[in-house]
């Protein structure tokens, strides 16, 4: 089995799940961060020998961790909204809950998930555009000065689902044209630790593009049928069970 995990509203997301079936993934299913958090009924264990979940979704599907092949991770946050709070203290508190269950849940699947969830993100790491810029140097990536500002606002492409003129999945890069050296948006997603980063950049009369920002949640239609065939080879490849 596998999976796409995503918000309802996610059309990156919904784009690549119809391009999945088109090419005859299956089974495919497409599990929403609140389905996952509304089961009906639901089993999840922790040991010395790992971790696993077994849930029975509302429209009655049984959801396995151990018969899950290959996940494209596209959670962003735990769904809290719908719930009733009388206090800020107690919204606070159930959003902690609910992000750490899920974060749970997610870990079960993350040696088969593109991306894999950690500690400062869901499906990747969310950095601010520093940080961002420090790696993209690492990487070998010509990067404009740094603007640093006590605003708490993010800036365009630190981490918010930017534009992504560049898509890596893998090895791989997908996306705008670029005549520089792709091997630096290779290594930058290495450095990251996601297998599938959006990488937005700045273009000026005509000089090379400049690095303009990261994210482990970008727009993935830009890497359009080219990108579609190569994540079904990679999600295909990333159980060892998987056909």
Same mark, same amino acid.
């Given at each position: 089995m596998w999976?796409v995990?995503?918000d309802?509203a =996610?059309?990156p ?5 119809? @391009?999945l ?16 958090? &509304?089961?009906?009924?639901? #089993?999840?264990r922790?040991?010395?020998?790992g971790a ?7 429209? @009655? $599907? /049984?959801? #396995?961790s151990? =018969?899950v +092949?290959?996940?494209? *991770?596209? /959670? ?10 009388t206090t800020?203290? =107690? ?11 899920l ?6 699947l993350?040696?088969?998930a593109? *991306? $894999?969830?950690?500690?400062?993100g869901?499906? @990747?790491?969310?950095r601010?555009a520093? !940080? ?19 605003s708490?606002?993010?800036?365009p492409?630190?981490?918010? &689902?930017g534009r &992504? =003129?560049?898509?890596v999945?893998?090895e791989?890069v997908f996306?705008?044209?670029?005549? !520089?050296d !792709?091997?630096a948006?290779? $290594?930058?997603?290495?450095?990251? &630790?996601?297998d599938?980063l @959006?990488? +937005?950049?700045r ?19 830009p890497?359009?049928? #080219?990108?579609l065939?190569?994540l ?12």
């Amino acid at each position: 089995m596998w999976l796409v995990l995503c918000d309802p509203a =996610d059309r990156p997301a919904l784009w690549a799940y119809e @391009g999945l079936r088109e090419r005859g993934l299956e089974p495919l299913e497409l599990v929403s961060p609140q389905t996952l958090l &509304g089961s009906t009924r639901s #089993a999840h264990r922790v040991g010395r020998l790992g971790a696993g979940f077994e849930i029975t979704l509302p429209d @009655g $599907r /049984v959801l #396995a961790s151990r =018969d899950v +092949d290959g996940v494209l *991770n596209r /959670v962003a946050a735990a769904p809290f909204g719908y719930l009733p709070f009388t206090t800020h203290a =107690d919204a606070e508190y159930a959003a902690q809950e609910l992000r750490a269950l899920l974060l749970s849940l997610l870990s079960c699947l993350a040696p088969v998930a593109v *991306n $894999r969830p950690c500690g400062y993100g869901l499906c @990747g790491a969310w950095r601010p555009a520093a !940080e961002w810029a420090a790696l993209a140097i690492r990487a070998g990536l010509p990067v404009p000065p740094a603007r640093i500002s006590s605003s708490p606002d993010v800036e365009p492409g630190a981490g918010t &689902g930017g534009r &992504g =003129d560049v898509l890596v999945l893998g090895e791989h890069v997908f996306g705008s044209p670029v005549a !520089e050296d !792709e091997e630096a948006y290779v $290594r930058l997603a290495r450095l990251a &630790g996601t297998d599938l980063l @959006g990488i +937005d950049l700045r273009r000026e009369d005509g000089r090379p593009a400049l690095f303009a920002g990261a994210s482990p949640l970008p727009d993935l239609r830009p890497g359009g049928e #080219a990108f579609l065939d190569h994540l079904l080879k990679h999600l295909t490849g990333l159980s060892p069970g998987a056909p």
